[in-house]
């Protein structure tokens, strides 16, 4: 990928990971494809800044090659895997973490600045080669 792309991407949440909203430094940050490359069929578009956010190297790992809506779900239920574990149940009798669930709202979703998700340019792609 070209520098001028990975700094461009950078820039899009003020050097912040668009999933989890934390700072990152440039040189940490991961480069995620919002519609995966697997899943792209517009290949014209798969490395175009409105497919592409800055994404710390957790989230991007966790996401993988997942859909932006199977990552939502999978944090969405994440509180329910992750509190029957032993050590997390003790965890919790102790006041030492609280479970709560995720709200469901990525970062830059959150940010006022949002720009619109692809689905809509890869839509429009899509129809001009039908």
């Known amino acids: 990928?070209?520098?001028d792309l990975r700094i461009q991407t950078y820039n899009k949440y003020d050097g912040r990971c668009a999933y989890c909203g934390k700072k990152i430094e440039y040189k940490e940050m991961q480069v995620d494809h919002i519609v995966p490359l697997v899943s792209c069929s517009v290949p014209e578009i798969a490395n175009n800044i409105t497919n592409l956010?800055?994404?710390c190297r957790r989230c991007n790992?966790?996401?993988r090659s997942?859909?932006?809506e199977v990552f939502r779900h999978m944090l969405m239920t994440l509180h329910e895997r992750v509190q029957d574990i032993y050590i997390c149940k003790v965890a919790v009798d102790y006041g030492i973490i609280k479970m709560e669930p995720w709200d469901g709202k990525f970062y830059f979703e959150r940010c006022e600045d949002s720009v619109d998700y692809p689905i809509t340019?890869?839509?429009e792609?899509?129809?001009e080669r039908d």
């Open 66 to 68: 997942s859909s932006l």
């Open 125 to 127: 792609v899509e129809n």
């Open 121 to 123: 340019l890869f839509e």
């Open 61 to 63: 790992h966790y996401k």
């Open 53 to 55: 956010n800055p994404s």
């Open 1 to 3: 990928m070209k520098k």
